[in-house]
């Protein structure tokens, strides 16, 4: 069985979290080379979720850069070999390289234990090398089997939630401040509420709301960028909200499941519900995107609209709402 590590967020570097996309990060980055051409040793880099966002990202960015690339399974995973400099799935290799999300990043970078420091911002490398592509990373899907009044409620609360945490983030702050520190790690990846607010204060993890079928032409390009489709995606896999005047007074029976850090931050005000589930298996949430779901919103990675919707002719769920707008960062360990 897998060991679930819980990283305690101290206060330290941070990144980016508003609810545009194309803010820039204000860390600074280590102007080090990665390894000199007098150098025979290839550096050794360590990515997350093969094949997907983050590994096609990395990939779309710096190319054939790094060819001794490993990989582990999650972000979870990441952060561990943030930490420790080792890769135990692979006899604990020493590592040059590990690909962070946020908020692990700034787990990583505020352990005294750890030897790491910022590398690159891989997302503002993505930005500049596409030409000014958006990042369309984590989105909401939603089952069309469940009442549109009650989707189209929870759509405009989630909106409404989000522009507000990051005009006054004390809002956040003051809406979890009865979770534990445990439960603050798992859910959002910070451990006082504090701190989750000073995140989306300072932008570090590029949480948004735009509705889907507005942006569809970045999410098309985005994910053409990244080979996941070779055209763009059919307008009928898009969700469109009905008329005003058809929502729903409350909607706490909605079935919500979202992968733990960053896409969580969407859902502050609703942790207390028990039909919110916050997985920490980003793979595992993407099975909930089936004919015969028991959730009503799904929030998942954006290619799943082609590499589940799609790819497994599903016909229940529809893209609604992109949320999260990119938050890799490249870590140097042992240097």
């Given at each position: 069985?897998?060991?679930?590590?819980?990283?305690?967020?101290?206060?330290?570097?941070?990144?980016?979290?508003?609810?545009?996309?194309?803010?820039?990060?204000?860390?600074?980055?280590?102007?080090?080379?990665?390894?000199?051409?007098?150098?025979?040793?290839?550096?050794?880099?360590?990515?997350?979720?093969?094949?997907q966002i983050p590994d096609r990202i990395f990939k779309y960015v710096y190319g054939d850069?790094?060819?001794?690339?490993?990989?582990?399974?999650?972000?979870?995973?990441?952060?561990?070999?943030?930490?420790?400099?080792?890769?135990?799935?692979?006899?604990?290799?020493?590592?040059?390289?590990?690909?962070?999300?946020?908020?692990?990043?700034?787990?990583?970078?505020?352990?005294?234990?750890?030897?790491?420091?910022?590398?690159?911002?891989?997302?503002?490398?993505?930005?500049?090398?596409?030409?000014?592509?958006?990042?369309?990373?984590?989105?909401?899907?939603?089952?069309?089997?469940?009442?549109?009044?009650?989707?189209?409620?929870?759509?405009?609360?989630?909106?409404?939630?989000?522009?507000?945490?990051?005009?006054?983030?004390?809002?956040?702050?003051?809406?979890?401040?009865?979770?534990?520190?445990?439960?603050?790690?798992?859910?959002?990846?910070?451990?006082?509420?504090?701190?989750?607010?000073?995140?989306?204060?300072?932008?570090?993890?590029?949480?948004?709301?735009?509705?889907?079928?507005?942006?569809?032409?970045?999410?098309?390009?985005?994910?053409?960028?990244?080979?996941?489709?070779?055209?763009?995606?059919?307008?009928?896999?898009?969700?469109?909200?009905?008329?005003?005047?058809?929502?729903?007074?409350?909607?706490?029976?909605?079935?919500?499941?979202?992968?733990?850090?960053?896409?969580?931050f969407s859902l502050y005000k609703m942790y207390s519900s028990e039909n919110v589930e916050?997985?920490?298996?980003?793979?595992?949430?993407?099975?909930?995107?089936?004919?015969?779901?028991?959730?009503?919103?799904?929030?998942?990675?954006?290619?799943?609209?082609t590499a589940k919707i799609v790819k497994d002719g599903i016909s229940n769920f529809k893209?609604?709402?992109?949320?999260?707008?990119?938050?890799?960062?490249?870590?140097?360990?042992?240097?």
């Amino acid at each position: 069985m897998k060991k679930q590590i819980l990283y305690i967020v101290l206060s330290g570097l941070l990144l980016t979290a508003c609810g545009t996309s194309g803010a820039s990060s204000s860390v600074p980055v280590s102007s080090s080379d990665p390894v000199s051409s007098s150098e025979t040793k290839e550096p050794y880099v360590v990515l997350f979720q093969q094949n997907q966002i983050p590994d096609r990202i990395f990939k779309y960015v710096y190319g054939d850069q790094f060819s001794n690339i490993h990989y582990v399974s999650s972000a979870q995973d990441a952060a561990r070999v943030g930490l420790t400099g080792k890769n135990e799935a692979d006899n604990n290799a020493s590592v040059d390289y590990v690909l962070l999300p946020q908020p692990a990043l700034t787990n990583v970078l505020a352990n005294s234990k750890a030897n790491a420091k910022l590398y690159k911002n891989v997302q503002d490398d993505f930005i500049a090398k596409s030409g000014g592509l958006e990042i369309t990373q984590a989105s909401i899907f939603v089952n069309t089997n469940t009442s549109s009044s009650l989707i189209d409620t929870f759509l405009d609360t989630i909106e409404r939630d989000i522009k507000a945490a990051v005009e006054q983030p004390n809002l956040l702050k003051d809406a979890v401040s009865g979770l534990s520190q445990i439960e603050l790690t798992n859910k959002y990846g910070v451990g006082t509420p504090e701190l989750l607010a000073k995140m989306v204060k300072d932008n570090a993890i590029r949480i948004g709301y735009k509705d889907a079928k507005t942006n569809k032409a970045a999410v098309d390009n985005f994910l053409k960028a990244l080979k996941f489709t070779a055209a763009d995606t059919d307008a009928s896999l898009y969700y469109e909200k009905r008329s005003v005047g058809t929502h729903a007074s409350d909607i706490s029976s909605l079935k919500i499941i979202s992968p733990s850090g960053a896409p969580a931050f969407s859902l502050y005000k609703m942790y207390s519900s028990e039909n919110v589930e916050i997985n920490a298996d980003a793979n595992n949430v993407l099975t909930y995107l089936s004919a015969n779901s028991d959730k009503d919103i799904v929030i998942a990675p954006t290619n799943a609209l082609t590499a589940k919707i799609v790819k497994d002719g599903i016909s229940n769920f529809k893209i609604a709402a992109n949320i999260t707008f990119g938050n890799f960062y490249l870590a140097s360990v042992n240097q």
